[in-house]
Structure formats: structure tokens, C-alpha cells
């Protein structure tokens, strides 16, 4: 059973930073393509950032520069650094994966910037 669980979320100011978690059970982050997705309030889900087991990186075009995804293989972990946060970077964070075309996601953590 694959299992994606979050954390790390939290209220703070604009301009400041927090890390994200995304805990793996049932499968090996280092395998899989991971991504992070976001909802923001009112707002359909969007995909924020991708590491691909090769080590591919990408990013939204609006949060380039200020995240940084990697992951931990020992802790088989991903995360998800955010830096310089803005009001509009609020919502709700998920870890997404897709494994023999079936989609996993975790439960969320909310995030929430204030201005």
C-alpha cells in the first residue's frame, strides 16, 4: 500500500521560508517520478514542482527561484523548500505520484502567507 503523508505546513509572513515533507510508504522515492501540487482557496489544483528518478527538476514558472524541490533517499522523503513566500503562495500542498498508472496523493498541509 503506497502511502504519501505531509507536513510542515503553517501560517507565516510574507518573505519567509518553510519546508515541506512528503514521507513515502510502500514505495521508494528515488523510483518514482514525485511531484508537488497545490490548491489554493477557490482555486483549482496546480502543479508546482516534479524530481524524476533521474534527477530531472522542474517548476511552475511563478515559484522558480524561490523553491527548491529535492528529496532524502535514506529517509525516503521529499521536500519541498519555499523561500521569499508570497499571500498568493497560500493553499493546501500535496505530494503526488503516479505508479502503473495509478495516481497517489497525500492528505495535504496547509499553507497560508500573510501579507
Known amino acids: 500500500q503506497v502511502q504519501l503523508v505531509e507536513s510542515g505546513g503553517g501560517l507565516v509572513q510574507a518573505g519567509e521560508s518553510l519546508r515541506l515533507s512528503c514521507a513515502a510508504s510502500?514505495?521508494?522515492?528515488?523510483?518514482?517520478?514525485m511531484n508537488w501540487y497545490r490548491q489554493g482557496p477557490g482555486k483549482q489544483r496546480e502543479w508546482v514542482a516534479i524530481?524524476?528518478?533521474?534527477?530531472?527538476?522542474n517548476y511552475r514558472g511563478s515559484v522558480k527561484g524561490r523553491f527548491t524541490i529535492s528529496r532524502d533517499n535514506t529517509k525516503n522523503t521529499v521536500y519541498l523548500q519555499m523561500n521569499s513566500l508570497k499571500p498568493e503562495d497560500t493553499a493546501v500542498y500535496y505530494c503526488y505520484t503516479e505508479i502503473n498508472s495509478r495516481q497517489y496523493w497525500g492528505q495535504g498541509t496547509q499553507v497560508t502567507v500573510s501579507s
Open positions: 510502500g514505495t521508494s522515492v528515488s523510483d518514482n517520478t
Open positions: 524530481i524524476t528518478s533521474s534527477s530531472y527538476i
